[in-house]
């Protein structure tokens, strides 16, 4: 957003000292010195000899003269229309996708829609809300990696959010902590003072070679706030097959410990309304911040003064060769 304030002013405004000295200097030379003249019968005599002149057009090419000299002493002086804009700038949040790709995302509890797909159509909806922040994927199972590394193109990002699947990872499990660590490698070289992940998951920690807990004292080492969203956290998990019931049960007390060590929130999700509303909430908590500084953006007026130059000394060269021809 712009805020402009425009104001007026001259680059060189010494060379207008001209506006006052050339007419000086004219009066003064009529004044002191006696130029060659050939007298020829004035107005007055005309008049009497029948002849009508209009007094305004016979000072009209003078007065043409004098405004093409004032037209060029206003260009010399460099004219210009400032504009001092404010720019609303603002400092980008680095965000971190962490999603839990194991199979028992693919339950299908959200009104029909599985896990998994309900938390893709919410998290594209947040990646969509937040234009000005680089986004970053990482897709975890029994192992975790990085899907996206921070990027702006928040196009292809969705892409890669929509082809995420059960497929991407290998090895079966859940390794929570593996994904806080490789979110939070990401997020270490942000140079944003913001950073945050958001970390997607319907099951407990059972691999993986470091605790949830370790992982997020290092986030919070690194200034990392961890927002956790618990999916389906109660109810009967038999609709996939091969999928441990453990997967059910997340540890509430360890999830609500990661939040509160880094700063962040934990969320509880049990539908798809639950689900989008968790992510408008975190939406509000993480906002940009914003910066405003005065930039001036000056638009130069000069050409339009030479241009009404030329057009004067133009009239003035046309009339006095033509119909008004001077003498003196």
Not at 301 to 311: C, R
């Amino acid at each position: 957003m712009m805020i402009p304030v425009r104001s007026f002013l001259f680059e060189e405004p010494l060379w207008l000292v001209l506006l006052i000295a050339l007419p000086l200097l004219r009066l003064l030379a009529a004044r002191f010195f006696d130029f060659a003249k050939v007298r020829f019968p004035g107005a007055g005599q005309l008049r009497k000899e029948g002849f009508a002149m209009n007094p305004f057009l016979s000072v009209l090419p003078s007065i043409l003269w004098w405004c093409g000299v004032f037209f060029i002493v206003i260009s010399l002086a460099r004219p210009s229309l400032s504009r001092m804009v404010a720019p609303q700038e603002e400092t980008g949040i680095d965000i971190m996708l962490a999603l839990d790709v194991s199979r028992s995302m693919l339950q299908e509890d959200f009104d029909g829609t599985s896990r998994l797909d309900a938390a893709k159509q919410v998290t594209l909806k947040f990646i969509d809300a937040r234009k000005h922040d680089r986004i970053g994927l990482v897709l975890f199972r029994g192992k975790s990696f990085t899907r996206c590394p921070l990027t702006l193109d928040h196009d292809a990002l969705g892409m890669l959010v929509q082809s995420a699947s059960t497929d991407a990872v290998g090895s079966s499990g859940t390794a929570i902590g593996s994904a806080i660590l490789v979110a939070t490698n990401r997020l270490r070289a942000s140079v944003s003072p913001e950073r945050v992940l958001v970390l997607v998951t319907d099951g407990e920690n059972n691999t993986g070679e470091v605790e949830p807990v370790t992982a997020a004292r290092v986030a919070a080492g690194q200034g990392v706030r961890i927002y956790v969203i618990d999916v389906a956290v109660s109810g009967p998990d038999d609709a996939v097959e091969d999928v441990p019931a453990a997967l059910n049960s997340y540890e509430r007390t360890v999830s609500s410990e990661i939040a509160r060590m880094t700063g962040g929130r934990r969320f509880d999700v049990s539908d798809h309304e639950g689900l989008k509303q968790t992510f408008l909430d975190i939406d509000q908590l993480e906002k940009s911040r914003f910066s405003s500084r005065m930039i001036s953006r000056p638009f130069p007026l000069y050409p339009f003064a030479l241009a009404a130059a030329l057009v004067c000394f133009l009239i003035e060269l046309g009339l006095s060769n033509t119909r008004l021809v001077r003498v003196v």
